[in-house]
């Protein structure tokens, strides 16, 4: 995006030197429908320059998270910049919708976008700043404590993603020593992680109180512009995994724990191949990782490897795991220099992979919204975002054999895939559903939380795993999941995101060219328009009804049994 209204060299080091644009837009004198839009256009300019000074503070520090200038560096934005920036934003968010010139704009593009900023003027409260200023501030500790999780074996210190690796080790003995390594040492940090969430969980219900709710997962549904689906239909979509996909998971486990012949199925033997054989390797470096991507992205559509090829040229991939690196993985949209960033820890698994075109899946949407005239056209919900992710991950699998040119490697891969599609869905509904208990009882005790997951766990497992010796592990097992601390309530979406890339899949299985074109031809609306209206750009339907959820489920397990 080239700067019009902005300095070309102006960088953001403190709100004084910022707040002179802001003053403008709020001061500006708008007298017809065209100054409307260069208002708007020059607002949008301003945003695109604070979100990507923003996120590069954020890439940093999760890149290198022992880095204590770097962590003030994003925390100074945090607690001296983003508080100014809240009220005069509201202020100018006022400014547009009460405009007289507002009605004339095109009704068909701006819809969506007025009806976000409407909602976002809605919910602002002043009182409410200091506290997400807070809250943001905790939210990072999530990451620092992760971030210097590490456990010693075979003499060399290493991060818990990659000694995740020896829990694939065919050895049993060896899976069973690490997996106790790796739980003895998140149990170090249990306490602490207890006593974070509890005060966040305090912080976000005075938040949801101070804006009038009840409860916190009230407020956030409606702070997440949840316009198309209502509090009802998640707890249905709970209900519809526990009945049609729970069963399929529980068969596969006990297939599993047949083909290892285990009288006694424990947690590390939960990532060992069925048949004994070696974890599959679909590369050996972060180099490797990204070639083979582009090549695979090729095949599908050679734009998509452009795009990749494009972010490795410019310095956009940070994929290796180290000590001291935050966990998990994301792709940050930059909506200045308009080439995302790619994050991740990969150590040579196959999850890696699946992880590296989820990621590439979120990236190529963040190329096809280029061309969009705002940043909120370009910001699309969470149930659009991953239906792009989750997608990608699927659709690319029929292309897997740039990963794994040989033909039983790759069966076992597909397998595995569709296995973890099986084995996410309850884990979605699992995450959602311990959310809507923890913030509707928001003065719970620690013994409490322990409980309500437990009694989840079981009405979301497979029941073929043994725990016995090992419920303490298993109780505190929502420790692991990044969203419960850094993002709330942003995760059933990766069900209902699931379930449309399922059915983009079955489209592309039936034709390749056409569901293509749709699955790009949905992403480039970016947030132009509605849920509904977007995933039937894709072809696919926005339905997570107990019907569809069988439909799909079933479909996945038929693919399954074809290898």
């Known amino acids: 995006m080239q700067r019009n209204y902005i300095p070309k060299d102006f960088t953001i080091t403190t709100w004084e030197l910022l707040e002179p644009y802001f003053k403008d837009l709020q001061n500006r004198t708008i007298s017809s429908e065209a100054e409307l839009e260069k208002w708007l256009k020059d607002y949008n300019e301003l945003g695109a320059v604070v979100s990507e000074n923003m996120a590069w503070r954020y890439i940093k520090m999760t890149c290198d998270t022992a880095n204590e200038e770097l962590r003030n560096s994003f925390n100074d934005f945090v607690v001296n910049i983003e508080p100014h920036i809240s009220p005069i934003s509201n202020e100018l ?7 007289p010139f507002v009605n004339s ?37 999530f990451g620092e404590i992760s971030g210097a999780q590490s456990i010693e074996h075979n003499g060399e210190k290493m991060t818990l993603q990659k000694a995740s690796v020896f829990l694939k080790d065919l050895n049993r003995n060896v899976r069973e020593e690490v997996y106790h390594k790796i739980q003895n040492r998140r149990a170090q940090d249990e306490t602490s992680l207890n006593d974070l969430y509890s005060e966040l969980i305090k912080l976000r219900h005075q938040v949801a109180l101070n804006t009038g709710f009840k409860n916190f997962r009230d407020f956030k549904h409606q702070s997440l512009g949840r316009f198309d689906y209502t509090v009802k ?14 069963p399929l998971v529980t068969e596969q486990e006990k297939k599993r724990k047949e083909l290892l012949k285990l009288n006694d199925y424990r947690p590390w033997d939960k990532e060992v191949d069925a048949e004994g054989k070696p974890p599959l390797k679909p590369f050996t470096n972060g180099k490797d990782l990204t070639e083979k991507t582009i090549d695979c992205f090729n095949k599908i559509d050679p734009w998509f490897a452009d795009c990749v090829k494009t972010m490795d040229k410019m310095g956009r991939l940070d994929l290796e795991s180290r000590l001291g690196k935050a966990p998990g993985g994301y792709q940050y949209p930059l909506y200045e220099t308009e080439i995302p960033f790619i994050f991740m820890n990969a150590v040579g698994l196959h999850r890696d992979m699946v992880t590296m075109v989820h990621e590439g899946g979120h990236a190529i949407h963040s190329f096809l919204d280029i061309p969009l005239d705002l940043v909120d056209f370009k910001s699309p919900p969470s149930e659009v975002a991953e239906l792009a992710s989750m997608s990608m991950e699927l659709i690319s699998m029929e292309h897997w054999d740039s990963f794994f040119p040989n033909a039983d490697d790759l069966k076992r891969a597909k397998r595995q895939q569709l296995e973890s599609v099986l084995d996410a869905l309850p884990w979605i509904a699992a995450v959602d559903k311990f959310q809507h208990w923890i913030y509707e009882n928001p003065e719970h005790s620690v013994a409490d939380r322990y409980a309500a997951w437990t009694q989840i766990m079981k009405d979301f497992g497979s029941g073929v795993v043994n725990y016995e010796g090992l419920e303490a592990n298993l109780k505190r097992r929502w420790q692991v999941q990044l969203h419960l601390f850094e993002v709330p309530f942003y995760y059933i979406e990766y069900g209902f995101a699931q379930l449309g890339a399922i059915a983009v899949w079955r489209n592309y299985k039936k034709n390749p060219k056409q569901a293509i074109a749709q699955y790009k031809t949905a992403l480039a609306l970016g ?10 750009a894709a072809g696919i339907e926005f339905n997570f009804s107990p019907e569809y959820v069988k439909e799909l489920a079933e479909f996945v397990k038929s693919e399954y049994d074809k290898l």
């Open 93 to 99: 968010n006022k400014k547009l919708v009460e405009s």
């Open 105 to 141: 704009l095109n009704k068909d593009k701006y819809f969506v976008y007025l009806r976000g900023i409407k909602n976002s003027i809605e919910l602002f409260r002043e009182k409410n700043i200091p506290l997400l200023t807070e809250l943001q501030q905790k939210e990072q500790h």
């Open 233 to 246: 239909d998640c707890l249905n979509f709970h209900d519809a995994v526990q009945k049609h996909v729970v």
């Open 527 to 536: 947030y132009t328009k509605t849920i509904p209206e977007i995933y039937k």
